[in-house]
């Protein structure tokens, strides 16, 4: 199994960006489809999540501005980042925990990471 992210860049203050994740391999079902970011210098956080079912939770800094959504088809995550500030730039990761086939297996995947620059 592999996730691929992509659709990281430089943009100004104010400005959009969509990431997406595609998971890829023996998979079974997803569950749990997440971002992360990581700035210099600070932890790793939880920026957005949406489960299987639908469910939506956003870090309070990005709320009213990012939205989570996700394509069960194409096995693929995707954050849609509006009114982008400074402070959003770090670098992306997606993570997605899978329940692998054959043989049956729930196991946590990240992505590469993509990085993600917000101009002032």
């Known amino acids: 199994v592999q996730l691929q992210a992509f659709g990281g860049g430089l943009v100004q203050a104010g400005g959009s960006l969509r990431l997406s994740c595609v998971c890829s391999?023996?998979?079974?079902?997803?569950?749990?489809m997440n971002w992360y970011r990581q700035a210099p210098g600070k932890q790793r956080e939880l920026v957005a999540r949406?489960?299987?079912?639908?469910?939506?939770d956003y870090a309070d800094s990005v709320k009213g501005r990012f939205t989570i959504s996700r394509d069960n088809a194409k096995n693929t995550v995707y954050l849609q980042m509006n009114s982008l500030k400074p402070e959003d730039t770090a670098i992306y990761y997606c993570y997605a925990e899978i329940l692998q086939d054959e043989p049956r297996s729930l196991r946590e995947y990240w992505g590469q990471g993509t990085q993600v620059t917000v101009s002032s």
């Open positions: 949406i489960t299987s079912g639908g469910r939506l």
């Open positions: 391999g023996n998979i079974f079902n997803i569950y749990d």
